[in-house]
């Protein structure tokens, strides 16, 4: 049978059938739109979160409480390993003394990470909070500050906020001097971090 045949019948049976002929058509037009999709979703999400984890720089290791599962060793294995955490505890001043005797390990800073409400003027809002080592947190941070200053030895009941806790959480930005109440106790402004950027601004938001 001739090319020119083929097409012929080809051509005959779409004319024939042209109803089922262009739900197929539109079926395989849908499928191949939502494989696109799907991966473009995916890609993106992966470029965001690996994005926002360059943060900490890429000899940083980050250990929380408690138990993981495996997940591998790229960005994919790090979500799930996050994500099946179980059995939070806090770690201890001894946890530290233990990782510091690791083969290959150059420093380690505590911090405390949480939740804590915090009151500008008549506003109440809950906030990230990021306790640091002053001595250690911006070797350990890639964050450079935008306002102010760092923090000095023995400094007390101090802060530096991030971009948006400053500019965009309560109706008037806060700025450098003002007093943020936390959880009850009145700190001094000391310093804003420069926006680090992304959906999930990590250090924008403590």
Known sequence: MKLLDILVISFRNLSQRSLRSWLTILGIVIGVAAVISMLSIGEGMRSSITS????????????????????????????RAVLSTRGIR??????????????????????????????????????????????KWREMLNVEINEGRDFQPNERR??????????????????????????????????ILKESGGQMGILDNV
């Open 158 to 191: 101090v802060v530096i906020l991030g971009y948006r806790i400053a500019n965009e959480m309560f109706s008037q930005p806060i700025s450098v001097g003002s007093q943020l109440t936390i959880n009850g106790i009145s700190f001094r402004v000391i310093g």
């Open 90 to 135: 806090t770690l201890s001043d001894k946890d530290i003394e233990v990782i510091k005797k690791i083969d290959g390990v150059k420093d380690v800073e505590g911090e405390v990470v949480g939740m804590s409400s915090a009151v500008y003027g008549t506003e109440k809002m809950s906030i990230n909070i990021r306790g640091v080592d002053p001595s």
């Open 52 to 79: 926002q984890l360059s943060v900490f720089g890429p000899d940083i290791v980050m250990v929380m409480p408690g138990s993981t599962r495996a997940g591998g060793g790229d960005i994919t294995g790090l979500i």
